[in-house]
Nanobody, 118 residues
Framework: QVQLVESGGGLVQPGGSLKLSCAAS????????MRWYRQAPGKQRELVAG?????????DYADSVKGRFTISRDDAKNTVYLQMNSLKGDDTAVYYC??????????WGQGTQVTVSS
């Protein structure tokens, strides 16, 4: 059974930081590209950041988070992270991790709420 479990969300003041984690089980984690998405109320789900598989670990980011967010992965722990700094109100959303591989279905976590408010 495949599981992606996000953690680390919460309430933070503007300008603050949070680090999200997504622990995977039931997949060969190292073979999957990993992505973080977010969905704010009334808006479509959007891609926030992605990191490739296979050791090269290339990364890409939405323009809105470049320079503030950093995605990383630890294949030994089957975990992907999203370090979020200089948080803004617009970053308020449910954050989801996604595991994608070219030869099979992708998988989603249940999401973790991030609220940026004073």
């Amino acid at each position: 059974q495949v599981q992606l479990v996000e953690s680390g969300g919460g309430l933070v003041q503007p300008g603050g930081s949070l680090k999200l984690s997504c622990a995977a089980s039931g997949i060969i984690f190292s073979g999957y590209a990993m992505r973080w998405y977010r969905q704010a109320p009334g808006k479509q789900r959007e891609l926030v950041a992605g990191i490739s598989s296979g050791g090269g670990f290339s990364t890409d980011y939405a323009d809105s988070v470049k320079g503030r967010f950093t995605i990383s992965r630890d294949d030994a722990k089957n975990t992907v992270y999203l370090q979020m700094n200089s948080l803004k109100g617009d970053d308020t959303a449910v954050y989801y991790c996604n595991a994608e591989v070219s030869y099979g279905p992708d998988f989603w976590g249940q999401g973790t709420q991030v609220t940026v408010s004073s």
